[in-house]
């Protein structure tokens, strides 16, 4: 069984997927009516063109609010967690599931989020659970309650335990690993899953603010050499962040972050989508990272800094 924490865009996509594939999954939810609804309807996937790719009903899967944790899990403890919440709910999260966790050595976490900074945070929270960091260019939005549009199919990459952790290893690939692709996702295990978390932090520091600040689409940040020009001050700022921390970089990124431009032309980014519905975005686990990294090194990123500073402010409903 793999529990899956957050039922939003990922969440779904995740747990509608891999439900239909034969895994038995157990969603977590923020609330009791989200749990109650998708217990009704299921979980339904859109392909981009609008069609039913995936249904399932809600009998085929467990759905409870996280605030159940405690009582269900003594139950039945997790073994394999996804945790598909943002950035901004982790903190809560720990605190729900953390006094029922029995977290053991055998205990592991795979966790999707962009930025940087959860990690470190849920390891020092489960010290005994073992942390898989993950990156993925899936690209899901939610439509409903219990539905989600999968708008493009990407690539996850999971960070693979230790060296010599062979049994865990074995353990992971058989649980989780093959149970992903047997649903159909693209998944790798990478032993560079920290370089393939820089190089994403990069590309969301450069891409996710600006397309908040302008409010336009990913594509439309190349259609003007200013926004090309301001989009290469980002990528520029970050590089020297890397460069003073030793951490490698290639050239080919910024290529890299014109094509993920490309390739998601007509996608609102999701900080984007945050302000527009006066969330609270990532930026603080994105380009306030990169400007605490540059404190941490001595140098400066002040483009980051201030454009965490205009997003940070964006939140506030008017009135
Ligand atoms: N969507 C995508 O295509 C991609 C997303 N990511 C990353 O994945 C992470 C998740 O993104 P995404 O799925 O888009 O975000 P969403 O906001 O769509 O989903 C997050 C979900 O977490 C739920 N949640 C919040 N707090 C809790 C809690 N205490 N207990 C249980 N559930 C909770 C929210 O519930 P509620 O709605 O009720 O508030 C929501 O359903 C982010 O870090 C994002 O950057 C990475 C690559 C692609
Ligand atoms: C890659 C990108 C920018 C795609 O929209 C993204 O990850 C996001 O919106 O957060």
């Not at 960091?133 to 989600?148: C, D, H, M, N």
């Not at 020009?229 to 990528?235: D, N, Q, V």
């Not at 930026?283 to 990169?290: C, D, E, F, M, R």
């Given at each position: 069984?793999?529990?899956?924490?957050?039922?939003?865009?990922?969440?779904?996509?995740?747990?509608?997927?891999?439900?239909?594939?034969?895994?038995?999954?157990?969603?977590?939810?923020?609330?009791?009516?989200?749990?109650?609804?998708?217990?009704?309807?299921?979980?339904?996937?859109?392909?981009?063109?609008?069609?039913?790719?995936?249904?399932?009903?809600?009998?085929?899967?467990?759905?409870?609010?996280?605030?159940?944790?405690?009582?269900?899990?003594s139950?039945?403890?997790?073994?394999?967690?996804?945790?598909?919440?943002?950035?901004g709910?982790?903190?809560?999260?720990?605190?729900?599931?953390?006094?029922?966790?029995?977290?053991?050595?055998?205990?592991?976490?795979?966790?999707?989020?962009?930025?940087?900074?959860?990690?470190?945070?849920?390891?020092?929270?489960?010290?005994?659970?073992?942390?898989?960091?993950?990156?993925?260019?899936?690209?899901?939005?939610?439509?409903?309650?219990?539905?989600?549009?999968?708008?493009?199919?990407?690539?996850?990459?999971?960070?693979?335990?230790?060296?010599?952790?062979?049994?865990?290893?074995?353990?992971?690939?058989?649980?989780v690993?093959?149970?992903?692709?047997?649903?159909?996702?693209?998944?790798?295990?990478?032993?560079?899953?920290?370089?393939g978390?820089?190089?994403?932090?990069?590309?969301?520091?450069?891409?996710?603010?600006?397309?908040?600040?302008?409010?336009?689409?990913n594509?439309?940040?190349?259609?003007?050499?200013?926004?090309?020009?301001?989009?290469?001050?980002?990528?520029?700022?970050?590089?020297?962040?890397?460069?003073?921390?030793?951490?490698?970089?290639e050239?080919?990124?910024?290529e890299?972050?014109?094509?993920?431009?490309?390739?998601?032309?007509?996608?609102?980014?999701?900080?984007?989508?945050?302000?527009?519905?006066?969330?609270?975005?990532?930026?603080?686990?994105?380009?306030?990272?990169?400007?605490?990294?540059?404190?941490?090194?001595?140098?400066?990123?002040?483009?980051?800094?201030?454009?965490?500073?205009?997003?940070?402010?964006?939140?506030?409903?008017?009135?």
């Open positions: 069984m793999i529990d899956i924490i957050g039922a939003g865009s990922l969440g779904l996509l995740f747990a509608g997927r891999l439900s239909a594939s034969g895994t038995k999954v157990r969603l977590w939810t923020r609330t009791l009516e989200q749990a109650r609804v998708i217990a009704r309807e299921g979980i339904t996937v859109f392909d981009k063109e609008g069609q039913t790719a995936v249904h399932v009903s809600g009998d085929k899967l467990k759905v409870a609010p996280l605030a159940d944790w405690q009582r269900l899990n139950q039945a403890p997790a073994r394999w967690i996804m945790l598909m919440t943002k950035q709910a982790i903190e809560e999260v720990l605190e729900q599931i953390q006094p029922a966790a029995q977290m053991d050595r055998d205990t592991g976490i795979v966790c999707l989020q962009n930025g940087i900074g959860h990690i470190e945070r849920i390891r020092q929270a489960w010290p005994e659970a073992v942390v898989y960091p993950a990156v993925t260019t899936e690209g899901a939005k939610r439509q409903g309650v219990a539905s989600i549009v999968h708008a493009g199919s990407g690539v996850t990459e999971i960070g693979s335990s230790e060296e010599g952790e062979e049994a865990k290893n074995n353990n992971f690939n058989q649980c690993l093959n149970q992903l692709l047997a649903a159909g996702f693209d998944v790798c295990l990478s032993k560079e899953i920290e370089n978390m820089y190089r994403k932090l990069l590309i969301n520091a450069v891409i996710n603010p600006l397309t908040a600040v302008w409010r336009v689409r594509g439309e940040l190349l259609s003007d050499p200013i926004r090309i020009h301001m989009m290469r001050r980002l990528y520029d700022e970050g590089i020297q962040v890397y460069e003073a921390h030793g951490i490698h970089w050239n080919a990124w910024w890299q972050i014109m094509n993920v431009c490309r390739a998601t032309a007509e996608n609102h980014s999701s900080m984007l989508a945050d302000v527009l519905a006066q969330s609270m975005t990532e930026v603080a686990s994105i380009n306030g990272q990169l400007v605490q990294m540059a404190d941490r090194a001595g140098v400066t990123a002040p483009t980051h800094e201030v454009l965490w500073q205009l997003i940070e402010g964006m939140r506030l409903k008017e009135g």
